[in-house]
């Protein structure tokens, strides 16, 4: 069982061997605290106990009724299938099924039709990444149910995703760069983390875990955070000087992690993104975010004449089409020179 150090905040297991949190405080009944305590979710629920804003937990109503989508769904959440997906996986996840069930959670899932995923999908036109987020978590669900025999179909099959435009995080341009770098001097945990992300290319839940421990003989070996558990990408890059100059300015000596807190905690993936969010601010760069350094990082690499292989040993990107993305913004101008060079001489 996790241990859990927080006021009013008690314990327990269910039958499938998961640890459920509960808010407590003497006299009163007790509050559900879902999601796991490092979690926003569980955060925000936390806080709002503490305030007097969560209602006490009804157990009998916890209970979903046989054959419903809630019922799927705790299934699915036991599972040793969904146990094994990343952290930030079963987030997501987790947040758009109990978005769902939370409106039509009692309904059976033998009388779910495609009408009425589509009718789901549509009422989230708004925010069409999210919707379509949304339909990746329910087709998960009723895969796995159909497996297990939980459910006899799949009713997301023929519905079909939200087209939209959007070239998602922006990629870091050099003058915004080095902007951030004129905010936050070597020596400051922001330049570091800018620095780690840089030459690494890592997501935000592989730079808050990166430490001392990763470095070897003048290499930076590391397992990314995203699919570990399902399809593990090991990275292993030689460590640039301007990354190790980084590291011995700033003071990481006695911690596990090169990132830390104000406190000498290592941060989470959420609070790290959340700092970092206040630090491009604070540099005047408020559409700027941890993830468009890796855009940018794959960017420079194309833009430089890098192979599409050499490009996904440093992302760690598993196909060329999930790589696009990050390197449709190379300088379209740089690489037709580079093209048009192979020309010269031929006739």
């Known amino acids: 069982m996790a241990t859990v150090k927080l006021d009013y905040v008690t314990t327990d297991v269910d039958g499938n061997g998961n640890v459920r949190y509960y808010f407590r405080r003497a006299g009163q009944r007790k509050i559900r605290l879902r999601g796991n305590p490092l979690s926003e979710e569980f955060q925000t629920a936390y806080r709002a106990a503490l305030a ?7 157990e009998k109503l916890m209970t979903p009724p046989k ?6 769904c705790v299934a699915y959440y036991g599972s040793p299938k969904f146990k094994r997906l990343d952290e930030k996986t079963k987030e997501w996840q987790r947040r758009h099924l109990d978005a769902v069930a939370a409106k039509h959670g009692d309904k059976p899932t033998a009388l779910l039709q495609p009408r009425h995923i589509r009718s789901w999908r549509d009422k989230r036109a708004s925010t069409p990444a999210a919707a379509n987020t949304m339909l990746k978590a329910l087709s998960g669900l009723f ?3 159909m497996e297990y025999e939980l459910c006899d179909h799949n009713p997301v099959t023929s519905v079909k995703k939200m087209s939209y435009s959007s070239r998602g995080f922006h990629t870091w341009t050099v003058e915004e760069v080095k902007k951030f770098e004129e905010t936050h001097p070597i020596g400051t945990t922001a330049r570091l983390a800018l620095i780690l992300l840089k030459y690494t290319a890592g997501r935000r ?46 003071p990481v000596i006695g911690h596990s992690t090169f990132l830390v807190t104000t406190f000498g905690k290592p941060f989470t993936a959420a609070g790290f993104g959340n700092k970092f969010r206040d630090w491009c601010d604070q540099a005047g760069l408020p559409h700027c975010s941890a993830h468009g350094m890796r855009k940018a990082v794959a960017t420079r690499l194309a833009e430089a004449g890098a ?20 390197t449709r913004d190379a300088n379209k101008s740089t690489l037709a020179d580079s093209a048009m060079k192979l020309l010269e001489g031929k006739s």
């Open 67 to 72: 054959g419903s989508f809630r019922a799927l």
């Open 307 to 326: 192979s599409t292989h050499q490009i996904q040993a440093v992302t760690g990107h598993q196909s060329l089409g999930m790589l696009a993305p990050y």
């Open 205 to 250: 839940e592989d730079a808050v875990r990166l430490g001392p421990q990763n470095i070897k003989d003048g290499r930076i070996r590391f397992t990314q955070a995203k699919n570990e558990h399902r399809k593990p990408v090991a990275i292993d890059l030689p460590v640039h000087p301007d990354l190790a100059h980084a590291i011995a300015s700033t």
């Open 143 to 145: 895969s796995w149910g």
């Open 52 to 58: 007097g804003d969560l209602k006490p937990t009804n």
